[in-house]
């Protein structure tokens, strides 16, 4: 099956630096590739996703890039705020014929002011 | 709010209760999932009902029971539950990337913080 491997586990950065974390993949085939926030108490939210069929998605300060030859994606924060602070999960899943996403291990991102 | 909502937010049950954990969603969608969610591990995909027809089971426990009486609601129940069974309970739903062919995106509740005593 599918397995997701994501890089740091933690990462602090000052604000309005950029922070960066990355996921690999293993099954070639996979092609659907969203990540999610989760703050504390709350569930996971979808904050960009990216599909194989591109290479770079960006959203205001949020960006993904997908290389598909090395099955690596990451996902990029620009300008970071205090309110970026939280846990962001990788997944992957091969759209149309598997339900099931999985999930990276997550990186606590922490914002200093 | 994503549209998915769980009660109780937060449950402690002795490892002899049962008890039902609850979803709805609010979106329209056609399958639902319940997640593990265990301090420093990934997300454990649970159970997966697609048109209320469980359609993975992803061998857990028998001591999990879900039940899905329609596209828009998502039970959990539990009985004889261990201390290791403490983690964050997440329901999601999505449109079924199977049965549409699309992306399925799955859309995530707050989550039930289950403690075992």
């Known amino acids: 099956g599918e397995n997701v491997e994501q890089h740091p586990s933690t990462l602090s950065v000052q604000e309005g630096d950029s922070a960066v974390i990355k996921c690999t993949y293993s099954?070639?085939?996979?092609?659907?590739f969203p990540w999610y926030k989760q703050e504390l108490g709350k569930g996971p939210q979808l904050i960009i996703d990216?599909?194989?069929?591109?290479g770079e998605k960006k959203d205001q300060r949020i960006a993904v890039t997908l290389n598909k030859t090395a099955k690596h994606f990451s996902l990029h924060i620009t300008e970071t705020q205090p309110e970026d602070s939280a846990v962001y999960f990788c997944?992957?899943?091969?759209?149309?014929?598997?339900?099931?996403?999985?999930f990276g291990s997550g990186t606590q991102l922490t914002v200093l002011p | 709010e994503t549209g998915v909502t769980q009660t109780p937010r937060h449950l402690v049950m002795g490892m002899t209760n049962k008890k039902s954990l609850k979803c709805e969603q609010h979106?329209?969608?056609?399958?639902m999932y319940w997640y593990k969610q265990s301090a420093k591990k990934p997300l454990e995909l649970m159970f997966v009902?697609?048109?209320?027809?469980?359609?993975e089971n992803n061998s857990v426990p028998s001591r999990f029971s879900p039940e899905c009486p329609n596209s828009s609601h998502l039970f959990l129940h539990l009985h004889t539950l261990q201390p290791e069974d403490s983690a964050l309970y997440l329901c999601?739903?999505?449109?079924?990337?199977?049965?549409?062919?699309?992306?399925?995106?799955?859309?995530f509740g707050p989550g039930t913080r289950l403690t075992v005593l």
């Open positions: 999601a739903s999505s449109q079924d990337p199977v049965l549409a062919g699309g992306w399925g995106t799955q859309y």
């Open positions: 099954d070639s085939a996979s092609n659907y």
């Open positions: 990216i599909r194989s069929n591109v």
């Open positions: 997944a992957a899943s091969i759209a149309g014929s598997a339900r099931q996403l999985t």
């Open positions: 979106l329209g969608h056609n399958a």
């Open positions: 009902y697609s048109l209320e027809e469980r359609v």
